[in-house]
């Protein structure tokens, strides 16, 4: 059921196939190019062409165990996808899908296309990687799986990156303890308001605007301020 400003729609479940779209739960949703796209457990991808209507893309994809976490697009339509074991897919524009060189085999959380055109991707101990098909830099690091081969506690929760998305020249991603701003390279806590602060959980970004929302409210940045649309006590 979706609910908006213009009434509400209710649609049949996407269809759930070995050939996909959904091969598993459903991990992440996004819109991309006026589409809606999401990503499941057991490498599924699937796109909304009209209501009711999902066709699968995960043709040509390796049908080895583990899911997408995560998925984004360039403007191009190259899509990337990250998850369990360091994995990470990319599908170019011809359908075609490549396994990547990723120089590390953490679990990936999230990936975003950003414009300016590199790939972001972020780990399960807060590690950020920035580059491009198999050539990637580490921006920032984390404290990742490798202290459990050691015997010792897993990362956080709060140490790993919910969403990352693009806004206004920038990648802003959400840790469960703050929200972070990375530009040139380098990431740093962004300067929000504290009512802002407190809505910046899940992040969605989209002609120009960025919304952030969480249990305790919602704000959205327009490109120039910030603007409160709800808390809660």
């Known amino acids: 059921m979706v609910v908006g400003r213009g009434g509400s729609i209710q649609e049949d479940r996407i269809p759930r196939d070995r050939a996909g779209p959904q091969r598993g739960g459903i991990r992440k949703v996004r819109t991309i190019g006026g589409h809606l796209y999401a990503c499941s457990g057991?490498?599924?991808?699937?796109?909304?062409?009209?209501?009711?209507?999902?066709?699968?893309?995960?043709?040509?994809?390796?049908?080895?165990?583990?899911?997408?976490?995560?998925?984004?697009?360039?403007?191009?339509?190259?899509?990337y996808t990250v998850g369990e074991g360091g994995l990470v897919h990319r599908r170019d524009r011809k359908g075609t899908w490549t396994k990547l060189n990723f120089p590390a085999d953490?679990?990936?959380?999230?990936?975003?296309?950003?414009?300016d055109g590199f790939a972001y991707i972020s780990t399960s101990g807060g590690s950020l990687f920035r580059g491009l098909e198999h050539r990637w830099h580490e921006i920032r690091r984390g404290s990742d799986w490798h202290s459990v081969r050691q015997g010792e506690m897993p990362p956080l929760p709060s140490e790993r990156f919910h969403d990352l998305v693009w806004h206004h020249g920038r990648v802003y991603g959400y840790t469960g303890a703050a929200l972070f701003e990375i530009a040139g390279g380098e990431v740093r806590p962004a300067e929000v308001p504290a009512d802002v602060a407190l809505c910046s959980e899940h992040l969605y970004a989209s002609a120009g605007h960025l919304l952030v929302a969480s249990q305790r409210g919602a704000a959205y940045h327009d490109g120039s301020a910030w603007r409160v649309l709800f808390l809660r006590d």
Not at 46 to 60: K, Y
Not at 106 to 115: D, E, I, N
């Open 42 to 79: 057991n490498r599924g991808l699937g796109r909304r062409e009209a209501e009711g209507v999902w066709v699968s893309l995960r043709e040509g994809i390796a049908p080895k165990s583990g899911g997408f976490d995560d998925f984004d697009a360039f403007e191009n339509g190259e899509i």
């Open 106 to 115: 953490y679990c990936l959380t999230a990936v975003c296309c950003a414009g």
